[in-house]
């Protein structure tokens, strides 16, 4: 398996319950992700679930969470022809402050294409992700 692209940011006056229950609404993960249109999940965010985001030029990726564990992290995977690119999503909490990572990986035999196509992408648009991420816990907390 590769790494495509790792991020981690040091975040004070959050929690990971409060991380974790933004990420867990994934049916809001527009509000951040600015990559999608919408996000869809039609059951509970836990292992074995499905759900789909739609892109801006109409498509729709499905993508099944492969680990969840609650207040601390989750994983997700898309399978394509011949790869599978896993978005791993991490939360550790030490000394008030929190450490969040995100990391995008890509295994199998066309991973190399797929990397090129959409995983390279989607990791470059990580950070601003979090940023967007962490910016909407802190207005939702302020509410």
Avoid: C
């Amino acid at each position: 398996m590769q790494t495509v692209g790792s991020i981690s940011k040091i975040v004070e006056g959050v929690s990971a319950k409060e991380v974790f229950t933004v990420w867990a609404d994934v049916n809001n993960w527009h509000k951040f992700n600015h990559g999608i249109k919408y996000a869809r999940l039609d059951e509970n965010f836990v292992v074995g679930s499905s759900f789909v985001l739609g892109l801006p030029e109409g498509r729709e990726i499905s993508l099944k969470l492969t680990e969840v564990t609650t207040d601390k992290s989750f994983t997700d995977m898309t399978k394509f022809p011949l790869a599978k690119m896993y978005g791993i999503h991490e939360i550790v909490q030490e000394n008030g402050k929190i450490t969040l990572t995100a990391t995008i990986k890509i295994d199998g035999v066309l991973s190399f294409l797929w990397k090129r196509l959409v995983a390279q992408h989607v990791a470059d648009k990580m950070e601003d992700d979090i940023n967007s991420l962490i910016e909407l816990v802190k207005n939702e907390k302020a509410e």
